[in-house]
């Protein structure tokens, strides 16, 4: 009942407000058209005037000066602040050891500091020591130890430099800060994940980076009874193409 | 004079160029070997001198020089150039103008969806200062149910000029909940919903800002009782 109060107010608010931007509109292209009137009616008496002048006016110049007059056309800059890539190296899913991962990761770099990042992952995780003393003992079904993972991440540049390679080779470079959240599936459940790491980026030219990066992906898991945070480290290397 | 002669010149030089021609007009324009303030600067364009601008990343414009040499310019050290007919060289900085009035903007949440733990993204596109197409998803972990939500609303922006700023939503879009096991396993199933809501958005800096908002979800359900969930979530966005 209170939701629906709150409902009725909010859309009530909204609409009125939508009126008043929409009043605003209409007022604003009236008087944008009146303008537009009054410019085509000063540029019609400019014209009459200019015809009466021509009739005074002494006769043309034999010599027609032949300049055209310069015209420039902005061409878009383009802009190359996305950066997507591939990467792979190796996940440690608390218990169940250390496995391969692969994943995709999209950046958005938004000032010469800060970036946005997307990433997403897959793993398989390994045998708990408890099931390969136990013999034939099976904690989770196959599909159940499919390790998979998406984050929203926010990055910060913090060391920029150059790395060099040999004398004639200079590459812009940066260490980052990442941390942010998103949601891993495991063991049968989606749970709600904190992930935080740094990473190491080098860009051999302006299209292509490499990346090094080590990431905790934090998450609480009852798998075993009792409900405890697991610490997931992973260590990736990838290459990213900015566009 | 430089510059006169270069526009004198320019035309019969070829008309179609494929980058952009701009000319020093400072003493002179300091490049950069990375698009960073860090970065030593290696080379100078003197005053009269043109560059061609290749592309442009966050906020540095990557450029070439006459003799061919490319290196980094800074936005600052850019909006003081001019094109080759004596105008000033613009483009969106992205300060607090840009804030005021964008095209697009994105961002992240983390917060609460009916209990559950909510995190979504969000795009934007702006038609006016004012108002926004909206189009924003999210997943939610619960005690007993997962689930993933999808909107698409407008949002208008009360006072885009004020740093801290209102604003309200109306939309519709989905629901898709997923029980988790229990002994009677309920099917999976999927509601269209309706939404108003409102919030407020707070500058930071650059191209960042805060927002936090409310939604008021209504699941127009399979049964004889709709049901009302609660969306509150907190996040930073940025705009482009």
């Not at chain 1, 970036?115 to 034939?136: D, I, K, P, V």
């Not at chain 2, 604003?167 to 009677?184: D, N, S």
Request: proline share 4%; aromatic share 14%; hydrophobic share 40%.
């Amino acid at each position: 009942m209170e939701t629906g109060i709150r409902v009725l107010l909010l859309t009530v608010a909204f609409l009125s407000l939508q009126g008043c931007a929409v009043r605003n509109w209409i007022q604003q292209r009236n008087e944008a058209r009146a303008e537009r009137d009054a410019a085509k009616e000063e540029a019609a008496n400019a014209n009459a005037n200019q015809q009466q002048d021509d009739l005074e006016a002494p006769p043309p110049r034999v010599v027609e000066p032949d300049v055209e007059r310069r015209k420039i056309t902005v061409p878009k800059i383009r802009s190359s602040n996305v950066e997507i890539g591939l990467d792979y190296g190796a996940l440690s899913v608390e218990d169940f050891g250390t496995n391969p991962v692969y994943g995709v990761t999209a950046a958005y770099h938004i000032t010469e500091d800060f970036f946005f990042q997307g990433e997403y992952g897959r793993s398989t995780a390994g045998r708990t020591s408890f099931e390969t003393l136990g013999g034939n003992i099976q904690l989770l079904t196959n599909d159940e130890r499919r390790f998979t993972y998406y984050n929203l991440s926010l990055g910060y540049n913090f060391l920029p430099g150059e790395a060099f390679l040999g004398r004639g080779i200079a590459m812009p470079s940066a260490f980052y800060w990442l941390g942010g959240i998103g949601t891993t599936k495991f063991a049968g459940d989606d749970r709600f994940t904190v992930n935080f790491g740094a990473g190491y980026r080098v860009l051999p030219s302006d299209w292509i980076a490499v990346h090094i990066t080590v990431q905790d992906r934090v998450f609480k898991s009852d798998l075993f009874g009792v409900s405890k945070l697991t610490n997931n480290i992973e260590a990736r290397i990838g290459t990213t193409i900015f566009f | 004079m430089c510059l006169l002669i270069a526009l004198l010149v320019a035309p019969a030089m070829g008309v179609a160029r494929e980058y952009l021609q701009v000319f020093v007009t400072e003493p002179y324009l300091e490049l950069r070997t990375g698009p960073g303030r860090g970065y030593p600067v290696f080379t100078v364009v003197a005053r009269d001198e043109s560059v061609d601008i290749l592309f442009r990343r966050t906020d540095w414009f990557k450029v070439r020089t006459e003799r061919g040499v490319e290196g980094w310019a800074s936005q600052q050290d850019m909006q003081k150039v001019v094109l080759a007919n004596g105008a000033l060289f613009t483009f969106p900085l992205g300060d607090r103008a840009g804030y005021n009035s964008h095209r697009w903007e994105m961002g992240m949440f983390a917060g609460d969806y009916g209990g559950a733990t909510l995190i979504s993204g969000y795009s934007s596109f702006y038609l006016n200062s004012q108002l926004a197409a909206e189009l924003s998803l999210g997943q939610f972990l619960g005690k007993y149910s997962n689930g993933t939500t999808g909107d698409l609303g407008l949002a208008h922006i009360i006072a885009p000029e004020w740093r801290l700023t209102p604003f309200l939503m109306i939309g519709t879009g989905f629901v898709h909940i997923t029980p988790k096991a229990t002994l009677v396993q309920p099917a999976e199933r999927t509601e269209q919903t309706a939404y108003v809501g409102g919030g407020v958005r707070y500058y930071l800096t650059r191209r960042f800002f805060l927002r936090a908002e409310y939604k008021a979800h209504e699941v127009f359900t399979k049964r004889n009782a709709n049901e009302q969930v609660d969306e509150w979530k907190l996040g930073f966005a940025f705009f482009f």
